[in-house]
C-alpha cells in the first residue's frame, strides 16, 4: 500500500493526523518545498488543491 | 570425406547430430536490442550449452541402436541441466532488474528464462533427428534432415507480438492542472510543474485497443504492460532517473472499454520508432488467456 510520507500546505486547518505536515507561507514556497521533499525523499509530488501536495511513497519495501 | 562418412555410420551420424544441433542453438542465439544474453561472455556459455545439448541429442540414437537401452538416461540429464539453466537465467536477470530505471517485471523475465530452457530441447530434437536419419537412411538423408529442421525453426522461431492482438495509435499527451490524460485515458496525477513542463514536452501517448475478448484480457496484465514499458524504454531510451518518482512511464486501462493507455517518456522522440517499438513487442507466455476458448461449451452454444 502506499503511503504519505509528508503534507506540504498553506493552510494549516485542512491538514492533521500521522504524516508529517509542513505548513509554508505561500503557493510559491509550496512549490519549492515541494519540490525538495520530492527529490529528498524519492516520493511523487501529488496536488490535491492548489493549496495542498501530498507526497506518496511506493516503495517496495514499506509495503 | 564422403567414403569416410560412409565407412562410420555411427560416427558420421554423431557427428552431424552434433553439428545440427549446435547450430540451431547458435541460430537462436540472437543479441538485440535487449540486449541478452550480454556479449560475448553469456554467449560462450549458451553455445557451450548448445554444444552439449546437441552431442547428448546425437549420441542417443545410435546407442539405441546398439541395444545400449540406458542411453536414454542421458537424455534425462540433459533435461536436469537445462532445467538449472532456465534458473539461471531467472536469478541473473531477476538480480540485474533491481538496478534498471524501468524493470522487466517477473512475467517478462520468466518469459525469457523459459525460452532459454526451450531452445535447448530445440536443439537436441535437431540433433536426434540428424542422427536417426543418418542411422537410418545414410549421411545424406542426415545433412537433409537437418538442414530442413533449421529451415523450419528460422520460420517459426518468432513469437506473436502486441501488433498480433492489438490497434496501436498514437494519441494526444493532455495536462489538467495536475491530472494526465492520454487520449482520453486518466494516467495520474502530477503535483510539481517542472514534472508537469517535462511530460508535456517529453511525453508521447499510445492507446492500445485490443482486437478481441481475449486480447483485453492479455492487455489488462501487469506483467505484459510491463514488458510494453521496458521494451519501448529499452529501444528509445528513457527521460528518467533515481530520485524522479514522477518521471515514470505508465500504462494504465480504461476500464469500461479495456484500452490501454500509454505514456512514455522516450529519449529520442521519434515517433515511427516509438511506434515500431511498441507493435513489436513479444507477447508473455505467462500473459496470454483464452477465455474465450475455456468458456466455450462442448457441442456448439
Redesign the interface.
Given at each position: 500500500m502506499a503511503r504519505i510520507a509528508a503534507i506540504v500546505t498553506t493552510r494549516k486547518d485542512e491538514a492533521a493526523g500521522g504524516a508529517p505536515i509542513i505548513h509554508v507561507a505561500d503557493r510559491e514556497r509550496l512549490?519549492s518545498v515541494?519540490?525538495l521533499l520530492?527529490?529528498a525523499l524519492?516520493?511523487?509530488?501529488?496536488?490535491i488543491h492548489e493549496d495542498m501536495?501530498?507526497l506518496v511513497d511506493?516503495h517496495q519495501k514499506n509495503r | 570425406m564422403a567414403s569416410w562418412l560412409s565407412g562410420h555410420p555411427d560416427l558420421a551420424g554423431v557427428a552431424l547430430g552434433t553439428f545440427f544441433g549446435a547450430s540451431t542453438r547458435i541460430l537462436m542465439l540472437r543479441s538485440d536490442y535487449r540486449q541478452y544474453p550480454a556479449y560475448p561472455h553469456g554467449r560462450i556459455i549458451h553455445m557451450a550449452l548448445g554444444l552439449i545439448a546437441g552431442a547428448l541429442g546425437a549420441v542417443a540414437v545410435p546407442a539405441l541402436f546398439n541395444k545400449d537401452y540406458t542411453a536414454i538416461t542421458f537424455l534425462a540429464l540433459a533435461a536436469q541441466q537445462f532445467r538449472e539453466v532456465r534458473n539461471m537465467e531467472r536469478n541473473t536477470l531477476s538480480a540485474i532488474d533491481q538496478l534498471e530505471l524501468v524493470p522487466r517485471g517477473a512475467a517478462y523475465i520468466e518469459g525469457i528464462a523459459v525460452v532459454f530452457e526451450g531452445r535447448n530441447y530445440l536443439s537436441i530434437l535437431a540433433a536426434l533427428l540428424t542422427s536417426l536419419a543418418v542411422t537410418l537412411a545414410g549421411w545424406g538423408a542426415g545433412i537433409a534432415v537437418g538442414a530442413l529442421y533449421l529451415a523450419l525453426m528460422l520460420k517459426f522461431r518468432k513469437g506473436k507480438t502486441i501488433r498480433d492482438i492489438a490497434r496501436v495509435e498514437f494519441a494526444d499527451v493532455r495536462l489538467d492542472g495536475p491530472d494526465v490524460h492520454v487520449g482520453g485515458i486518466y494516467m495520474m496525477n502530477v503535483g510539481l510543474e517542472a514534472n508537469r513542463r517535462i511530460i508535456a514536452e517529453q511525453g508521447i501517448g499510445f492507446v492500445l485497443t485490443p482486437k478481441s475478448d481475449d486480447a483485453k484480457v492479455t492487455l489488462a496484465n501487469l506483467g505484459q504492460r510491463q514488458a510494453i514499458l521496458h521494451d519501448v524504454s529499452t529501444r528509445l531510451g528513457i527521460y528518467r532517473d533515481d530520485g524522479e518518482p514522477a518521471l515514470l512511464p505508465l500504462a494504465k486501462l480504461e476500464l469500461a472499454s479495456g484500452k490501454l493507455g500509454l505514456l512514455v517518456l522516450p529519449r529520442e522522440r521519434d515517433r515511427d520508432k516509438a511506434m515500431m517499438a511498441v507493435t513489436g513487442v513479444p507477447l508473455l507466455e505467462a500473459a496470454v488467456r483464452m477465455p474465450t476458448e475455456a468458456n466455450r461449451r462442448k457441442g456448439g452454444a
Open positions: 512549490k515541494s519540490n520530492e527529490k524519492d516520493c511523487a509530488a501529488h496536488q501536495i501530498i511506493r | -
